[in-house]
């Protein structure tokens, strides 16, 4: 479904990807694990057009994405739940729901408003408040909801667990594995690179920009090199 080869950009005159390629398969749920400034943030915001590319190649089922804007890449049915939740604070619950239905053009809804209720049953009791009190994790709901609504082929994911309780990360993580148990394609960048690989398929470690590891995650969780240098654990 989504294609990545030879990608370089530069992020605030810093040269944040150096040649990263991957690709993600339909139905798949792909990790990309790595430290602090390594390259994820922007690697998934070129990928949604918010940042230019300055080499390579990204295409969704297909389709080259270049020169298109991050609005166009949205209504293919590529939606991104950006790191920091960025819900509108001073609408309700309901009206950033709308709002994310707003990418489907003329493509089928494939995620109802009830549905996104089933899954994030405290947005249902929560739909007439204001997105700005609410807790960080219900926000973070919100924001998987809302890019819900814009009826993804495909879901990118910055971080979802920053920040949260360990209760709501299993809530909201339980979500994700469900959607993608459904068939929803999922592409996620997480910190938490336990729990990234315990939930993923396959994974990609970037480092400086390069992917310095890949293969499937029940593998990657084993191996010494992601271990001591990852996962925070000694290989002695």
Known sequence: MLVVESLHASYSGIRALRGVSLRVEKGEMVALIGPNGAGKSTLINCISGIVPVQRGRIELSGQPLDGMTSWAISRLGLQQVPEGR?????MTVLENLALGGTALRRRAARYTLERIYDLFPIL???QSQLA???SGGQ?????IGRALMGSPQMLLLDEPSLGLAPLVVKQV???LVQLNREGLTILLVEQNSKLALSTSHRAYVIEQGSIAHEGP???LKDDPQVIAHYLGQSTS
């Open 132 to 134: 700005g009190s609410l």
């Open 173 to 175: 993580f339980d979500a």
């Open 86 to 90: 960025q819900v509108w604070p001073e």
């Open 124 to 126: 249902a009791q929560r």
């Open 217 to 219: 995650s029940s593998q």
């Open 139 to 143: 926000q973070q709901m919100l924001a």
